[in-house]
């Protein structure tokens, strides 16, 4: 299967682990890999299939629904972020936001209401990966926008993590696979696993 990498570094050998001691006589092979290289993975018949965050896909794709998970904030200890009993999305207007390039940081902003859209614009730096993103903030050069899947790298970076609400913006998650093409069953039975694990758990800090 085809992965995004920061999916692939933390919720999925796990995944993997559990169903090899179910069933070890499956052997699951990970392709890591940029979002946007998850379709074409599967279209070329490289992987059985893909898993992948909501976006346009192809007709000659069938999205299975896997689960949604809402976006929140990492930053370091002590932040002034930490303090609201609730956290919103107005709060983070005057701190330094890393974020995403292209897609990601284009459906975050549409996703927000008009009103709220402007906490965008305090975006300081954008990059390619998540990875990239956390080793800024413990840095001290924001804060950045991501998912609660993220919590074994948040943890590795000494930072925090808190839900945004008001809204809570959520972003689904889906397996893909080749309309034309049925699943395996190997394939089906590992899909099948990582659908009953449905959405990670939120870093501990969440509030």
């Known amino acids: 299967l085809a992965v995004p990498q920061l999916l692939a570094c933390t919720m999925l050998p796990e995944a993997m682990a559990a169903f090899a001691s179910r069933v070890p006589e499956i052997d699951v ?3 890591d890999c940029l979002v946007d290289q998850v379709v074409s993975r599967v279209l070329s018949g490289e992987v059985d299939f893909g898993v992948g965050p909501e976006r346009d896909y192809s007709d000659e794709l069938v999205a299975q629904p896997l689960f949604d998970l809402a976006f929140g904030v990492a930053f370091l200890p002590d932040h002034p972020l930490e303090r609201p009993r609730t956290l919103r999305w107005k709060d983070l207007v ?5 974020s995403m390039q292209g897609e990601f940081t284009q459906r975050l902003h549409a996703d927000l209401p008009p009103r709220l859209r402007n906490t965008q614009a305090g975006i300081a730096r954008e990059v390619n990966f998540m990875t990239t ?3 800024m903030v413990r ?3 924001g804060v950045t926008l991501c998912l609660p899947y993220a919590q074994p790298l948040i943890e590795l970076h000494g930072l ?11 972003r689904k998650f889906f397996i893909l696979h080749r309309k034309d093409r049925a699943l395996s069953q190997a394939a089906q ?3 099948a696993h990582l659908k009953e694990l449905r959405s990670p758990p939120a870093p501990r800090w969440r509030r």
């Open 29 to 31: 092979r990970l392709q």
């Open 94 to 98: 005057g701190h330094p936001v890393i």
């Open 133 to 135: 993103a956390f080793a």
């Open 139 to 141: 840095a001290g050069l």
């Open 160 to 170: 925090r993590w808190r839900l945004l609400r008001a809204p809570v913006v959520k």
């Open 189 to 191: 039975a590992f899909a």
